[in-house]
T-cell receptor
Framework: NAGVTQTPKFQVLKTGQSMTLQCAQD?????MYWYRQDPGMGLRLIYY???????DKGEVPNGYNVSRLNKREFSLRLESAAPSQTSVYFC????????????FGPGTRLLVL | SQQGEEDPQALSIQEGENATMNCSYK?????LQWYRQNSGRGLVHLILIRSNEREKHSGRLRVTLDTSKKSSSLLITASRAADTASYFCATVSYSGAGSYQLTFGKGTKLSVIP
């Protein structure tokens, strides 16, 4: 039982390049989330998926797209990376019909030059 | 915008001392959670307190909630060097279709000196 896994762990992009951050969970959770964390800040919600087949915008969705590929996987795509998207990205999931506790992955550090 | 605001931003104490962190928030909540983040790692859930609860304990952790003041505190007793981490409060709101959203504060960075 690996919990929430994220790939890659670290990535460097040039402005304008695209990439997809991958997230998978093996806990049979319905809801999945993508956050970004900037220095000295808490986490801000980018997108979430309440259940397979649904996605919704969070607080800071601009510049990102998501895909809930199946119940296990939730990917975050940057179509044209910008330096302002330099951040640490965390994926999280939540148990269905349970407390609103979220389980977090280890994060992906992204540097956009 | 971020719902919770932790205070202080940074706290340095000696091992064995107690550490108290505070969180203030702006709107009504369903419940409030505290998370811990070790350097370079993801967040780990510590404790949840419901809006109708005033105090909750879990091991060396004690959380209080004052909904009239829109504030919560996290007390770590008999701190250890391994407690060194950043601590975040998160307010919980229901966003429909069985989904909850967490809104995080900026965190308190705790350093416990051996």
């Amino acid at each position: 039982n690996a919990g929430v896994t994220q790939t890659p762990k670290f990535q460097v992009l040039k402005t304008g390049q695209s990439m997809t951050l991958q997230c998978a969970q093996d806990m049979n959770h319905n809801s999945m989330y993508w956050y970004r964390q900037d220095p000295g800040m808490g986490l801000r919600l980018i997108y979430y998926s309440a259940s397979e087949g649904t996605t919704d915008k969070g607080e800071v969705p601009n510049g990102y797209n998501v895909s809930r590929l199946n119940k296990r996987e939730f990917s975050l795509r940057l179509e044209s990376a910008a330096p302002s998207q330099t951040s640490v990205y965390f994926c999280a999931s939540r148990q269905p019909l349970a407390e609103p506790t979220q389980y977090f992955g280890p994060g992906t550090r992204l540097l956009v030059l | 915008s971020q719902q919770g605001e932790e205070d202080p931003q940074a706290l340095s104490i000696q091992e064995g001392e107690n550490a108290t962190m505070n969180c203030s928030y702006k709107t009504s909540i369903n419940n409030l959670q505290w998370y811990r983040q070790n350097s370079g790692r993801g967040l780990v859930h510590l404790i949840l307190i419901r809006s109708n609860e005033r105090e909750k304990h879990s091991g060396r952790l004690r959380v209080t909630l004052d909904t009239s003041k829109k504030s919560s505190s996290l007390l770590i007793t008999a701190s250890r060097a391994a407690d060194t981490a950043s601590y975040f409060c998160a307010t919980v709101s229901y966003s429909g279709a069985g989904s909850y959203q967490l809104t995080f504060g900026k965190g308190t960075k705790l350093s416990v000196i051996p």
